[in-house]
């Protein structure tokens, strides 16, 4: 079973700049960021395998950057430009196999607790 255990969320004014990072108990190739704002469903934000391939959901594209560290078992997502939409949980997520699947939950079978985005305007 992998755990995962993120941090570094909280609250920011618009225009602002947050960074995320996601400790994984052990070394998995696929790693990804997911979000769910209230009363919504919980959406993929982005996602990165070990070979360094990236894709991005397009409300985040060119703001956000996500990163790895195999060696510290470590994913990040620098999120710049921050507005109020992007106000929500964000979630780690992780999969071990090597395959692209879409980016959506059910692809994913380990989750972090989640950590609270806050984007004030």
């Known amino acids: 079973q992998v755990q995962l255990v993120e941090s570094g969320g909280g609250s920011v004014e618009a225009g602002g700049s947050l960074r995320l990072s996601c400790t994984a108990s052990t070394y998995i190739y696929k790693m990804a960021w997911f979000r769910q704002a209230p009363g919504k469903e919980r959406e993929g934000v982005s996602v990165?395998?070990?070979?360094?391939?990236?894709a991005y959901s397009d409300s985040v594209k060119g703001r956000f950057t996500i990163s790895k560290d195999d060696a510290k078992r470590t994913l990040y997502l620098q999120m710049d430009s921050l507005k109020p939409e992007d106000t929500g949980v964000y979630y780690c997520?992780?999969?071990?196999?090597?395959?692209?699947?879409?980016?959506?939950?059910?692809?994913?079978?380990?989750w972090g607790q989640g950590t609270q985005v806050t984007v004030s305007s």
């Open positions: 990165i395998d070990s070979s360094g391939r990236t």
């Open positions: 997520a992780a999969d071990s196999r090597v395959r692209w699947y879409p980016l959506q939950p059910p692809y994913y079978p380990y």
